[in-house]
């Protein structure tokens, strides 16, 4: 006949015993560091494609360009106007003549010989004259800005890579078309590091911090390797009653895949604190 101690302590094994883990490892897998889907942001063809899957890619590279032949010639148009200077080089010519006119009437009308309607109309004159080199000038300046803005529009429609990655899928082909609905060109995913995620329960979580080292085993590829824990999640899935950490992995030498299983190693810290809530009777059982 069990003893009252005994009951209590198989009790409290049925209620806790999943959550105790004495040094033992965690099932998970590995992914990415990071993934982009890179899109385009405004409709049209696909001009070309200079990339295939699984081609190693740096951050600025030009992977896809969009057909822009409309914007390159309306691009050339603008430089032209931005170019132009024999609108500013007229008004100029017109300040100088201006200019001397006014400084004639002036000496004219202290001497007496000229009356201040002309004056006033010589001043005027000088004064438009400015205005229309301003307005040229302002004219040169909106342009410029036009040839930016049209090169916005064609760099649009240029895809690069914003990371140093891998090309692991590409969605469309030269000559097919985008619209607002459907964008997506390519996916780059960085592999020089990898993310391994793993469901711990809420006590073997509150053990690690971010930062610190573990064990990361590879089974299938038979390989150890270590890692550093860089995320821990703040809330336990309801489902599953886990948390979820991610451990990132040093792959700059493409030691490991991305999507294989692997272990995580749980060290003395990780055995469960549900070992504390056990009731003080079960230390030291009473004597019958």
Not at 187 to 214: C, D
Request: with cysteine; aromatic share 4%; charged share 25%.
């Amino acid at each position: 006949m069990l003893t009252r101690w005994q009951i209590q302590l198989i009790s409290l094994f049925v209620l806790f015993g999943p959550l105790l883990t004495f040094g033992g490892t965690i099932e998970g897998f590995s992914e990415p560091y990071s993934q982009v889907d890179l899109a385009v942001i405004e409709p049209g063809l696909l001009d070309s494609v200079s990339v295939s899957e699984g081609d190693h890619v740096k951050p600025n590279q030009v992977l896809a360009t969009l057909n822009a032949e409309v914007l390159q010639k309306a691009l050339a148009i603008a430089e032209k106007r931005s170019e132009a200077t024999g609108a500013i080089l007229a008004a100029e010519a017109e300040v100088r003549l201006r200019k001397g006119r006014l400084d004639q009437i002036t000496l004219l009308r202290k001497r007496g010989h000229a009356t201040e309607q002309e004056y006033a109309r010589s001043l005027a004159d000088y004064d438009i004259a400015n205005a229309r080199l301003l307005l040229a000038r302002e004219e040169k300046t909106l342009s410029q800005l036009e040839v930016e803005r049209i090169q916005s529009q064609i760099n649009r429609r240029i895809v690069r890579s914003p990371l140093e990655g891998v090309v692991s899928t590409v969605h469309k082909q030269v000559g097919e078309s985008f619209s607002v609905g459907d964008a997506l060109v390519m996916t780059v995913v960085q592999l020089n590091q990898l993310k391994a995620k793993f469901s711990l329960t809420p006590e073997q979580a509150e053990t690690l911090n971010v930062g610190k080292e573990m064990k990361i085993i590879f089974p299938g590829q038979s390989v150890n390797t270590r890692g550093k824990v860089d995320h821990i999640s703040p809330i336990i899935d309801a489902k599953s009653g886990t948390v979820e950490v991610s451990v990132v992995i040093d792959n700059s030498k493409s030691s490991y895949r991305s999507g294989a299983r692997c272990l995580l190693e749980l060290d003395d810290s990780g055995i469960s604190t549900t070992r504390e809530v056990a009731h003080p009777s079960t230390r030291n059982p009473p004597r019958q």
